[in-house]
Structure formats: structure tokens, C-alpha cells
């Protein structure tokens, strides 16, 4: 019986399931995953021994959600389809995460110099707030302001891989992301609706390699991904 016991208490505290959201004091961490590397190709994401990601593709999240009864946990990317008890990861790191947070953990970066980037998600703002974040992790991208447009500056100098966010006044806004400290709109946002206590992020990814018909590269925007934090 002690060591039933035992194995219980080991296996409970590597635990991963797709569980609800996790709130404050609770005795889980949660998370997604994104692939944020342009020239990685698809990857299998493992926590610990468990995989939390399967052949997922630049710019996309995990399906599920996940949430884990430990604070800190290795985190490593495959290949897609590798057998990761005989194949070398392209990336392995510990990660640490809190009780009662949601996270989300991107593979980010250039295949040769692959990294794990773990993305807290900001709280809950007061009624009447939203919360919105920028996430940087536009490999080859300098800083970032975000700004409405033709307006004031809610955001400067977000570099990568980090991320910086702003509380602001529920209402509806039209936004750009700027290179730091210039004028130059890298991307328009267009114009969003944020209600009282709505939490979101842009995720500002490289754009993927193209080239012209006579095979020279051409220069594309770079990619935003507008998500929930959950």
C-alpha cells in the first residue's frame, strides 16, 4: 500500500489535463502552446512526458488548454511525428509557472537557436477596463509601439521575445503597431470593440519567407494574431 501510495502522489503531481480555467489559489498552472518559429516546421510539443501539441504549424496554438499540478516543468519540441525516446528535441527548457496563472509558452525564434518564451497572462483589469497585450516574437523585428491610430501611444519599445501590457477604458479604438519610435505603421489593427474586463494579446510574428517569380525574396508584412487570454 505505501507504495501505491507513493506512486499516486508522483504521478498526480506530474498531472496534465484539460482542465477548466484555473483560478487564483488553485493548485494548477495552465497553458497553450504556440508555434512561433517560421522555419521550424510543424512540431509535436511535449510537457514532461506528455505531448501537449501534435503537428501544429507556425502561427498556431495548441487545441486544448492544459493545466499542470507543478511549477516547474521541462518543456521540448519535436519534429512532427518524432519518437522522442529516440529523437534529440530541437529545443528542451524547464519552465516555471505559478499556482492559479495561465500562461502561454511559444517556440520561438530560428530553428538553429530555438527558445522556450513563457508569457504570463495579465490579470483581470477593474470593471470598466480591458487589458491588452503585445507579445513580440518577430524574429528579425525591432521594437514595437502600439498606439491608436491618430492617436496617443499605449505602448513603446517592445522587444523581443517580451511582451508589455496596457489597461485602458472599455470602448472601441482603431490601433497600429509602429517600429519604436517612429512613425512607421508595421501593421494596422483596424478598429475592435474591448468590453469591461476583456483581456486579449497580439502576438507579432515574422512573416514567413516568399519570393518572387524570379526567386527573389520579397518583403511581407508581419503576421498579428489577435487571441483571447484564457
Given at each position: 500500500?505505501?507504495?501505491?501510495?507513493?506512486?499516486?502522489v508522483?504521478v498526480?503531481?506530474?498531472?496534465?489535463?484539460?482542465?477548466?480555467?484555473?483560478?487564483?489559489?488553485?493548485?494548477?498552472?495552465c497553458?497553450?502552446?504556440?508555434?512561433?518559429?517560421?522555419?521550424?516546421?510543424?512540431?509535436?510539443?511535449y510537457?514532461?512526458?506528455?505531448?501537449?501539441?501534435?503537428?501544429?504549424?507556425?502561427t498556431?496554438?495548441?487545441?486544448?488548454?492544459?493545466?499542470?499540478?507543478?511549477?516547474?516543468?521541462?518543456?521540448?519540441?519535436?519534429p512532427?511525428?518524432a519518437?522522442?525516446n529516440?529523437?534529440?528535441?530541437l529545443?528542451?527548457?524547464?519552465?516555471?509557472?505559478?499556482?492559479?496563472?495561465?500562461?502561454?509558452?511559444?517556440?520561438?525564434?530560428?530553428?538553429?537557436?530555438?527558445?522556450?518564451?513563457?508569457?504570463?497572462?495579465?490579470?483581470?483589469?477593474?470593471?470598466?477596463?480591458?487589458?491588452?497585450?503585445?507579445?513580440?516574437?518577430?524574429i528579425?523585428?525591432?521594437?514595437?509601439?502600439?498606439?491608436?491610430?491618430?492617436?496617443?501611444?499605449w505602448?513603446?519599445g517592445?522587444?523581443?521575445?517580451?511582451?508589455?501590457?496596457?489597461?485602458?477604458?472599455?470602448?472601441?479604438?482603431?490601433?497600429?503597431?509602429?517600429?519604436?519610435?517612429?512613425?512607421?505603421?508595421?501593421?494596422?489593427?483596424?478598429?475592435?470593440?474591448?468590453?469591461?474586463?476583456?483581456?486579449?494579446?497580439?502576438?507579432?510574428?515574422?512573416?514567413?519567407?516568399?519570393?518572387?517569380?524570379?526567386?527573389?525574396a520579397?518583403?511581407?508584412p508581419?503576421?498579428?494574431?489577435v487571441?483571447?487570454?484564457?
Amino acid at each position: 500500500m505505501p507504495r501505491v501510495l507513493a506512486t499516486f502522489v508522483i504521478v498526480a503531481a506530474i498531472w496534465l489535463a484539460s482542465a477548466g480555467a484555473a483560478e487564483s489559489g488553485t493548485q494548477v498552472a495552465c497553458f497553450r502552446i504556440l508555434h512561433a518559429s517560421p522555419d521550424a516546421g510543424n512540431i509535436d510539443v511535449y510537457i514532461n512526458r506528455t505531448r501537449v501539441a501534435e503537428d501544429i504549424a507556425y502561427t498556431q496554438f495548441s487545441q486544448r488548454r492544459w493545466c499542470i499540478a507543478a511549477t516547474i516543468a521541462l518543456a521540448r519540441a519535436f519534429p512532427a511525428g518524432a519518437d522522442p525516446n529516440a529523437t534529440p528535441p530541437l529545443v528542451s527548457s524547464n519552465v516555471t509557472m505559478a499556482f492559479g496563472r495561465s500562461y502561454v509558452i511559444a517556440i520561438a525564434d530560428r530553428l538553429q537557436q530555438l527558445q522556450v518564451v513563457v508569457l504570463e497572462n495579465p490579470t483581470l483589469p477593474p470593471v470598466g477596463r480591458f487589458s491588452l497585450r503585445v507579445a513580440h516574437l518577430a524574429i528579425g523585428i525591432g521594437g514595437l509601439d502600439l498606439a491608436v491610430t491618430g492617436g496617443p501611444l499605449w505602448l513603446s519599445g517592445v522587444v523581443f521575445p517580451t511582451a508589455q501590457t496596457t489597461t485602458q477604458p472599455a470602448g472601441r479604438y482603431a490601433l497600429e503597431l509602429r517600429e519604436a519610435g517612429t512613425p512607421n505603421v508595421l501593421a494596422s489593427l483596424g478598429e475592435s470593440t474591448f468590453r469591461s474586463r476583456e483581456r486579449k494579446t497580439i502576438y507579432v510574428l515574422a512573416p514567413s519567407a516568399a519570393a518572387d517569380d524570379a526567386g527573389r525574396a520579397v518583403a511581407l508584412p508581419v503576421i498579428t494574431l489577435v487571441e483571447p487570454d484564457r
